[in-house]
Nanobody, 125 residues
Framework: QVQLVESGGGLVQAGGSLRLSCAAS????????MGWFRQAPGKEREFVAA????????YYADSVKGRFTISRDNAKNTVYLQMNSLKPEDTAVYYC??????????????????WGQGTQVTVSS
C-alpha cells in the first residue's frame, strides 16, 4: 500500500501563492505517476496536474496552465504543487493521488490507485 498526506492548504487573497505538498510513504516504488485533483462544493472532482516519473513528463489542466507547477523531490518522496496567481475559482479541496499503471489517462480519477485525505485551499476576492 501507499499512503499519501497532503499539506500546505490555507486561505490566501486573489493573486497570491500557495505550495501544496504530498508526502508519500509505504510501497512508493510501485507507483508510476502522481496527480493533483480538486473538488469544490457541489462539483465533481476535477483534474489539476500530473507528473509521470519516467522522463518527468507533466500534464496540466487548461485552467491552471501557466499558473501551477507540479514537481517532485525524490529524496523526500514528496510531490509539490506550486500555485501562483490564484483566483477565487481555484477554491476547493485539493487531493493528491498516485497511480501504479500507465500514463494513458492522467486526467481521469480512475487512473489512480491511492488518494490522500485532501487539503482545503480558499482564495478570497
Amino acid at each position: 500500500q501507499v499512503q499519501l498526506v497532503e499539506s500546505g492548504g490555507g486561505l490566501v487573497q486573489a493573486g497570491g501563492s500557495l505550495r501544496l505538498s504530498c508526502a508519500a510513504s509505504g510501497r512508493t516504488w510501485i507507483t508510476r505517476a502522481m496527480g493533483w485533483f480538486r473538488q469544490a462544493p457541489g462539483k465533481e472532482r476535477e483534474f489539476v496536474a500530473a507528473m509521470r516519473w519516467s522522463g518527468g513528463v507533466t500534464y496540466y489542466a487548461d485552467s491552471v496552465k501557466g499558473r501551477f507547477t507540479i514537481s517532485r523531490d525524490n529524496a523526500k518522496n514528496t510531490v509539490y504543487l506550486q500555485m501562483n496567481s490564484l483566483k477565487p475559482e481555484d477554491t476547493a479541496v485539493y487531493y493528491c493521488a498516485a497511480s501504479r499503471g500507465s500514463w494513458a489517462t492522467p486526467d481521469r480519477p480512475y487512473q489512480y490507485d491511492y488518494w490522500g485525505q485532501g487539503t482545503q485551499v480558499t482564495v478570497s476576492s
